[in-house]
C-alpha cells in the first residue's frame, strides 16, 4: 500500500488530543527499507515492512501481530525508540504529532493527492520531509 506524506516540526500541541504510548523496535534497516515491531499502549501490535520511493512516498505494508510476540521482538531489537502519538484529521488527512522523550516534536500529515496549504494546520512550523536525522529510524540509532 502506498504511504504519501509530509513532516514538519511541531510548533504548540493542540488541545484536546488523546495520547498513546508507542515503542517501537527495528528488526531490519538495510537502505530504504525496514521492519519495525510497533506496540501501542502496551495493548496491540504491529509489524510493518517500508521501503521509501521518494522523499514522501512509501510502500508499506502493515499487519496485526500477537502482543506476546510484539513484546519478545522488541526485546530483542538492537535499535528501539518511544514515543508520545497523538492522532487527529484535517480535511481528510491523518495527522500524527509525535513527542519524543529527547524533546523532539514532529507532525506528520498523511495524504492521498497532493498537499495544499490549507491541509497544513498553524501548528506546523518548518518542514522536515526527507530529511534523514528526524527519521525514526536515525532517531532510533
Known amino acids: ?14 488541545e484536546g488530543l488523546t495520547p498513546l504510548k508507542i515503542k517501537q523496535g527495528y ?8 521492519l519495525r515491531i510497533r506496540i501501542i499502549d ?4 504491529y509489524m510493518t515492512y517500508k521501503v521509501s520511493i521518494k522523499k514522501d ?27 508520545t502519538r497523538y492522532k487527529t484529521k484535517l480535511n481528510g488527512n491523518t495527522i500524527d504529532i509525535d513527542v519524543y522523550p529527547n524533546g523532539l516534536q514532529v507532525v506528520e500529515i498523511e495524504f492521498e493527492n497532493e498537499l495544499r496549504s490549507e491541509d497544513i494546520p498553524d501548528y506546523c512550523g518548518e ?9 525514526n529510524t536515525k532517531i532510533a540509532k
Open 1 to 14: 500500500m502506498l504511504e504519501r506524506e509530509r513532516k514538519f516540526k511541531l510548533k504548540y500541541l493542540p
Open 27 to 34: 528488526l531490519m534497516i538495510k537502505g530504504k527499507k525496514n
Open 42 to 45: 502496551d495493548e496491540v501490535a
Open 57 to 83: 512516498t512509501k510502500d508499506e505494508f502493515e499487519y496485526k501481530v500477537p502482543l506476546v510476540d510484539a513484546v519478545e521482538m522488541y526485546n530483542k531489537a538492537e535499535k528501539r525508540l518511544e514515543k
Open 127 to 135: 518542514e522536515i520531509t526527507g530529511i534523514s536525522k528526524y527519521s
